[in-house]
């Protein structure tokens, strides 16, 4: 919540499941980036500012079957996030 992955010690491309509350839209981008596997997400998205570039291309995430969205307040922020990530295999 609020802090940049890379002082996070855990092994990222190890997560199947993962919850991301009080996030900006660039820290979103970032997790993704950096956990391949994951097949459950939910997110809480609070502002499109932050630090690292929002990428020019579509974020994959083969693996993703479920994705919950929360208390996202901003058409524009619920858009990037369609728009910027590939979901071939989202059920829910």
Not at 12 to 28: C, E, G, I, P, Y
Not at 38 to 54: M, P
């Amino acid at each position: 919540m609020g802090w940049s992955l890379k002082y996070i010690d855990i092994l990222w491309n190890n997560l199947t499941v993962v919850h991301l509350a009080s996030l900006t839209l660039d820290k979103f981008f970032e997790a993704l980036q950096q956990t391949p596997y994951l097949a459950t997400i939910t997110l809480h998205i609070t502002s499109l500012s932050g630090n690292f570039s929002i990428p020019n291309t579509r974020i994959a995430c083969p693996h993703v079957r479920s994705l919950e969205l929360w208390f996202i307040e901003s058409e524009v922020v619920l858009g990037q996030v369609f728009n910027l990530v590939c979901l071939p295999t989202l059920e829910h």
